[in-house]
DNA sequence: GACCAGGCACATC
DNA sequence: GATGTGCATGGT
């Protein structure tokens, strides 16, 4: 492994040992996990919860009713993950989409299955799949890294501004680095392996939220001792 | 009351 | 291509 890949694999021992395993998105439906990557566009999760639940409690957690609700109605089922008439918008077209080709189980996805490619609308190969979530207007690039890897099982990385932020106090990425150049640091240094995307992602968002936040001086974080910079900051 | 949260599309320059 | 803005609720 490439000594950057090293240093990255020492973050990713040093977050988990403090905050263990996350597992997210457990005991979830890929297609709740979809909805979750939706509503959760610059949103405290506790607000996507509340959300869920509305949808769970109208029996709306379906592509079918979402596809037959008007927009107004999901969008105040919808109302505590905020920005609620434009995620009801998102999720239409999401609905739109994927409903009328693949069916209620999307085509028939198992999460983590392997299967041939072109299946189901989840089990298609991870780029394909990305490449198809980007194609739907309010599905950006973390939203369809997030589908692709917590509700397809496909090996991608997930990048946030948490992960710009930890990685740019540690110097391993620059301020002016995007999207795509990050996630492609993450990949080509990191081994394959979904598992490890998944938890190294939310360990990510662990220390962001707990120490690693905006002007804050990092106290106690797990990754003090591999030296932060608070002064730099990523812009992302 | 200000700031932040598991972004994205669109307008403008 | 870079930068600015609207979208909105709920917790700290």
């Known amino acids: 492994m490439s000594s950057t890949g090293e240093t990255l694999m020492e973050f990713y021992r040093a977050m988990r040992s403090r905050f263990g395993h996350q597992a997210w998105w ?13 509503l959760t566009q610059n949103t405290a999760w506790t607000n996507v919860e509340k959300a869920l639940a509305n949808l769970q409690a109208a029996e709306a957690m379906s592509l079918h009713r979402l596809h037959e609700m008007p927009a107004p109605q999901l969008a105040s089922l919808i109302r505590p993950a905020g920005y609620f008439n434009i995620k009801a918008k998102r ?8 409903y009328p080709r693949w069916g ?41 890294d ?23 106090r540690h110097r391993l990425i620059a301020p002016e ?6 996630k492609d640091l993450l990949e080509s240094n990191l081994p394959d392996d979904v598992e490890l995307f998944n938890d190294f992602h939310a ?9 690693c936040r905006p002007r804050s001086r990092c ?12 002064e730099e900051t990523c812009n992302l």
């Open 26 to 38: 457990p005991g979830q439906t890929p297609l709740e996990i979809c909805i979750g990557a939706i």
């Open 91 to 98: 999720l239409k077209n999401f609905v739109a989409a994927v």
């Open 104 to 144: 209620e189980n999307l085509g028939g996805i198992v999460k983590g299955r392997q299967v041939a490619q072109g299946d189901g609308f989840l089990d298609r190969d991870g780029a394909t799949l990305r490449e198809e979530l980007l194609a739907i207007n309010g599905i950006g690039r973390e939203t369809a």
């Open 146 to 168: 997030s589908i692709v890897l917590y509700a397809a099982g496909r090996c991608t990385f997930v990048v946030d501004a948490y992960t710009c932020r930890v990685l740019g």
């Open 177 to 182: 680095d995007d999207y795509e150049s990050v």
């Open 203 to 211: 360990q990510f968002v662990m220390v962001g939220k707990t120490f």
């Open 219 to 230: 106290e106690g974080c797990p990754l003090e001792g591999f030296g932060h910079d608070v």
